[in-house]
T-cell receptor
Framework: GAVVSQHPSWVICKSGTSVKIECRSL??????MFWYRQFPKQSLMLMAT?????????EQGVEKDKFLINHASLTLSTLTVTSAHPEDSSFYICSARGSGIGYTFGSGTRLTVV | DAKTTQPNSMESNEEEPVHLPCNHS???????IHWYRQLPSQGPEYVIHGLTSNVNNRMASLAIAEDRKSSTLILHRATLRDAAVYYCILSPGGGSNYKLTFGKGTLLTVNP
């Protein structure tokens, strides 16, 4: 089956620093990738949608300059949280979809900003 | 986006069947019904999906009402590992850009 690998699974960073999260489709070409954020005891909230080689489309209220998304290849998308602050602490989850492939999710990244 | 309604929580006993309902009265003719589940501190996991006919796979069964305004996810024998939040989501067929919108889902508790 389709597999999406997300790294790191958890990260702790100091306030003001940047953190990069990787999302890879291991056995299929992901034409579209999605990035979600989930706060404790809440549902997943979509942050942005990215197509390979194109700029990401951000949901309303998501700062594109703070959450940089790169989808330079059909198997890799990255989310960089720039100048992270404690309120950015959350569970970040990627999802990938390809031709004939349903939505496959990564295992998530727990970001803690101290 | 067509909306789904699910109970906030349900409880089951181990090795008993579980029926998780989902209402989607505004579903359109081309919307697929997807079910995902999320275990604690993990990403969502695909469970099953269907369009009109009932579907079975190794994880579960999906029963779709004839008018498609509701569906039921059936876990035939619940195990402790099935304790999770279950999400019922609609998406139109075709195209890879459609974004899945998650509601609150149903928190399933399985008692030993």
């Amino acid at each position: 089956g389709a597999v999406v690998s997300q790294h790191p699974s958890w990260v702790i960073c100091k306030s003001g620093t940047s953190v990069k999260i990787e999302c890879r489709s291991l056995d299929f070409q992901a034409t579209t990738m999605f990035w979600y954020r989930q706060f404790p005891k809440q549902s997943l909230m979509l942050m942005a949608t990215s197509n390979e080689g194109s700029k990401a489309t951000y949901e309303q209220g998501v700062e594109k300059d703070k959450f940089l998304i790169n989808h330079a290849s059909l198997t890799l998308s990255t989310l960089t949280v720039t100048s992270a602050h404690p309120e950015d602490s959350s569970f970040y989850i990627c999802s990938a979809r390809g031709s004939g492939i349903g939505y496959t999710f990564g295992s998530g990244t727990r970001l803690t900003v101290v | 986006d067509a909306k789904t309604t699910q109970p906030n929580s349900m409880e089951s006993n181990e090795e008993e069947p579980v029926h998780l309902p989902c209402n989607h009265s505004t579903i359109s003719g081309t919307d697929y019904i997807h079910w995902y589940r999320q275990l604690p501190s993990q990403g969502p996991e695909y469970v099953i999906h269907g369009l009109t006919s009932n579907v079975n796979n190794r994880m579960a069964s999906l029963a779709i009402a004839e008018d498609r305004k509701s569906s039921t996810l059936i876990l035939h024998r619940a195990t402790l590992r099935d304790a999770a939040v279950y999400y019922c989501i609609l998406s139109p067929g075709g195209g890879s850009n459609y974004k899945l919108t998650f509601g609150k889902g149903t928190l399933l508790t399985v008692n030993p």
